[in-house]
Every structure is written in C-alpha cells, then in structure tokens.
C-alpha cells in the first residue's frame, strides 16, 4: 500500500465527525454545523448577465486572452477595485508599500502563507478557538501551532507576550479578529492596537483574516490591524466568498510587496492562476452594481436570522448554558457546563435529535475537547432555528442529567 508523507493525518473511519454526519441519514434531519452565506442572497442572475456580457467581448483579442488565457495575480481590473475599497473605505492598505492578489478563496490563501513561511518545526500562533480550516493547513506543513487564550475581547494581549517569549521560530500570528470563526468574537480595538504592538517588538507576521468583516448587524466597525500598520508586519485576507457567493471563488490578500510576491509564486506553482471569466465577470458586476446596498441586504436578512437564535437560546437554555452575542458574521459559541464533553455532546445531539453542529475540538490545535460547540445560524431558516435550539435545549438536559 502507497505510504503518505508523515504531514498527512488520515481522518479515523467512526470518528466524531462520521458519528455527527451519519445524523443525515435521517429525512428529518436539519444541521446549524454549514459556515456559508445564504444562497437566497446570491446574486445569480447579476452575475449570469454579467458574464453572458463578457462572452460577448471575446472577439477582442485582449479581451478573448484576459478571459480564456492563464492570468498571473489576478484580472487588474478586479485587483484595482477592491484595493480601492479597502483603502478609501476602510483605510486597509498602503500603495506605496503594499500590494494585493487575487486567490482561489481564502482557503488557498492560508495554504500559500502557511508554505512560505513555515519549516517543519516553526511554529504559528493562533487564537486558541480558532478556524479548523487554517489549524489543519498549518499542522499539514507540519508547523507548531500553539493556541493563546481568548476572552470577550478576543486574543489576550498578555498571553500572547509570554508565548512569543516562550516558543521558538515564530513564524506568524494568524487571528480572525472581526466576528471570529467559530466563536463570533469581535477583538476590541485595543486589543487589536496590542496585537499590533507585540508583532512588531517581536518582529513576527499578522495573518489577519477576515472573511466577516463587512457584515456588521450592531455594534460600532473597529478599524483592521491591517490599517495601524506601518512597519509592514500585516498580511490581510478577505475573500468575496460571505458576501457575493462562495463559487466564484475569489479571496484576496493586501500586504508587503515582497511578501505578496512570493505568496504569488506559491500559487503559480500551485494552480498557475485563477478563472479568468469569472474574474472578469465579477468585476463588471462590481463596476455595475451596488456592492454595498447588497451587503446591506445580506446584513438585514443574517441580522433577523442571529436575533432568532439568541432569543432561542435565551428560550430554550438561559439557565444551564452561555453563549456568545455576535454583532455580525455567521457563528456564535454555545458553552455548556463545566466537565462535560463538546465532542460527547455533539454527537448525542446527532444521534438522538438529528441535528448537526459541530464541537468546539475541532477549533483548537491539537483538536483539544472543550465544553463548547459552534452554532451557525447563516444558513437555516428562521423555523429551522427555532426548531433547530428546542431540539438542542432538551438533548443539553438529557445530557445532564445522563453526566449527573
């Protein structure tokens, strides 16, 4: 039989996720465990009008080669426009020392960092709830990913202090500061000032992603670490994926020119570069339409969807669990008691309600067991919501008092 490299962990066959997922053998069952937007937000026809409009330029020789061709970095035009966004709107990037790429979803993107950056051995600091997605890739490039402690606040300034004192060959900080994946947290701006301050009295990298930024339901927007920096020690990720949809598969990075170039060159070699029509099509969309009246919406449509999960949960467990209060994105955390098992309890809820959502191990290095797992509520209806916590409230019971 053909041997792996030692990077590769294989997923164990009766696993926790397979106990989870086998929840959907069953017609009634219903899942808070998906990290996308919506669907009912996609704006398909848009994007259908645009791209028949861009099939319609292809007997332009430039334009046939822009469409149909290999596209280093990006389509220009897409590249331009959301550059000018983030820095006349957010005041995220610097033309005179950044630049930006275009990427196959942010996905591809934390894979690439992760591959410049890291030696076997070299380690990379995350929040210690943080996107399974990233902790995976990194342990794939064998890195020590080492979790800091979070509160209400997000990452805590003085942890994170004795942990760059502490570990050796620290590569990056990688933080979704912004509505975090998969708790919901917002860092403060102090914290984010804080954050700031360390990576550069350590002379280590910010991997600032930030898929959920834009999409604020309450609360005050707090500036990116990407918009203190001067010094070049910030690479911000945002992708198209939460707000236009997640099949165009477009992410992005602003950051150091040189560290932009040699993310550029890990991508050639990866998949020498992006679709160029869809590219070309998404521009035109943004040219046409209004990109921030669309988020608008989206942000109505998540806004009245999170109120009915909190109420929910205020319903159904206000006395046996805490939860976190988004102010945007797709996620929050529901912590139940002390001592029980996140894991366990996932896969009872699967297995005896039929509902999906996944434990809070699978968001922290080493896939630690935590009394805590992560609710979606981007997805489900407001119905399936209220359905989906009456279910979970009275499998938490049950669960209680089977641990009692």
Sequence with gaps: MTKFADRIVPIPEGGV???????FDYPDALSLG????????????????????AFDEADDPVINNVLFSYLDGGYPKLKEFIFDRCMNKYNTGNPEMDSIQLFG???QLIDLVAKIYCNPGDTIIVEDSSYGGA?????????????????EHGIIPEALEETLK???????????PTFSNPTGIEMSLERRKAVYDLAVKYDVMIFEDSPYFELRYSGDYIPTIKSMDTTGHVIFAGSLSKIICPGIRIGYAIGPKPVMDAILNGKINNDISGPGIIQVAVAKYLEKYDLDAHIAECCDLYRTKRDAMLAA????MGDIATWTHPEGGFFLWLTIPEGLSGKDFAVYVAEKKHVVLYPGANYHPKGEDVNAVRLNFSVPTEDQIDDCIKKVGDALKEFIELNK
């Design 17 to 23: 996720m397979s106990k989870i997922f086998a929840a």
């Design 313 to 316: 949960l205020e319903r159904e």
């Design 135 to 151: 902790i995976f890739s990194f342990e794939e490039y064998q890195a020590n990913v080492v979790g800091v402690p979070i509160d």
């Design 105 to 107: 979803g942010a996905q």
């Design 166 to 176: 502490r570990e050796k060959n620290v590569k990056f900080i990688y933080v979704i």
């Design 34 to 53: 998906d990290g996308v937007p919506d669907a009912s937000t996609f704006p398909v026809q848009e994007l259908k009008a645009m791209t028949i409009e």
